[in-house]
């Protein structure tokens, strides 16, 4: 299985990151929350000294959540950064971090693609939306060196999905009024189950 990291061909990882041993976890905002509805700020001082911290507590946090992606207005903080750790279709494990990210896609040229989403801050809930099927994401990394990332599939999906909730939009407000309130109501319904099993996920991480 084929490791890349920010794009770069690195080597394996482990499921469990160095990332996602030093974090903590951090509580997630969810659908509703003012953070989850507006823009969040630029970033403007990069350096591990200022955002290592938050980007490790991030990947701890959607280890436990069981994402593949997380923004990092999903842990109340108001800034253009996501983390993502996923395996596409091909088996490929994609992994890094992105601040201030912008996102450009070709769909007259390469299409949609079905499938269906979720999304940790509407725990418990996904529905069919369609997305562009690829995707390429310009970025920044936690030096400010800028780095570029093209994608498709399952990886698009999420650089999309993430790069829209630091715009102040969570995939549910793509769906019809109607699909939006069984997603909803699906998430009201599982909520309580999904945070338990976050809880044992949590007490896996720090069982000695």
Known sequence: MPTYILGRPSRRLPAL???V??????????????ILH?????????GAARWGRLIDDMFTTM????????AANQVDVDAQLFVYDLTDEAGDRHVGHAFNPRIETMTALFGTQSGTE??????????????PARATLHA??????????????YFARCLIHETQHLSGTVYVDHLTP????????DSNAERATVL?????????????
Do not use: H, M
């Not at 041993?21 to 003012?34: A, D, N, S, V």
């Not at 507006?38 to 990069?46: L, Q, S, W, Y």
């Open 38 to 46: 507006r823009a969040c700020r630029p970033v403007t001082e990069f």
């Open 140 to 153: 920044y990394d936690v030096d400010g060196r800028p780095f570029t990332l093209d994608a498709s599939g």
């Open 21 to 34: 041993r030093r974090g903590r976890p951090l509580r997630i905002t969810e659908y509703g929350e003012p």
């Open 63 to 70: 280890w436990i959540a069981e994402g593949c992606g997380l």
């Open 118 to 131: 979720g999304c940790l801050s509407v725990p418990g809930a996904n529905a069919a939306l369609p997305r």
């Open 17 to 19: 990151t160095d990332e």
């Open 178 to 185: 109607a699909a939006r309130a069984r997603a909803l109501a």
């Open 196 to 208: 338990e099993q976050r809880a044992t996920r949590q007490r896996l991480l720090t069982k000695p």
